[in-house]
């Protein structure tokens, strides 16, 4: 629990939210943002501040959290598919400092703009590629 963090006091109890789902290690619950229909976040109970500095069991008790609901959306909410949207760090767009993902239900047809537009890449993708690959 870390002083100060808006979603800490949200997973502790202090700060009331609408939760969509809640066991020991994760929660997910209502984005107030009222930006999107349907818009949740899913977050790890222990602080990390994005997947950068998460601990690799929070990580996958917060992904399967995040299938839990997509699939509970789609089995039981009438929607046919989801978005899963993430800031890692403040240059990525984070504005809260909690990890979180977001979900976004999606429906056939529903309008919704989920998918950032990119401008075009700036640089030739090779000589990126030879920056950033792994092996
Ligand atoms: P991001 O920009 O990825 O860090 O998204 C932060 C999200 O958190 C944003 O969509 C609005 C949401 N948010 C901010 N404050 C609160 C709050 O107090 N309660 C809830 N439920 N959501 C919040």
Known sequence: MMNN??????????LPSMKVFDDEHTLAFM??????????????KKHAKNILDCGE????????????????????????GVN??????ESAGQSVPHFHIHIIPRKN?????????????VHETE???RKISMI
């Open 5 to 14: 963090c808006i979603f800490c006091s949200i997973a502790g109890g202090s």
């Open 31 to 44: 984005d107030t943002a009222g930006d999107v229909d349907g818009h949740i976040l899913v977050i790890p």
């Open 57 to 80: 069991e929070e990580l996958s008790y917060l992904m399967k959290t995040v299938k839990k609901v997509a699939l509970h959306l789609v089995e039981k909410c009438g929607y046919s």
């Open 84 to 89: 899963l949207l993430n800031a890692s760090d």
């Open 109 to 121: 047809g529903d309008n919704i703009d989920a998918w950032p537009h990119f401008e075009g890449a």
């Open 127 to 129: 000589d990126i590629f």
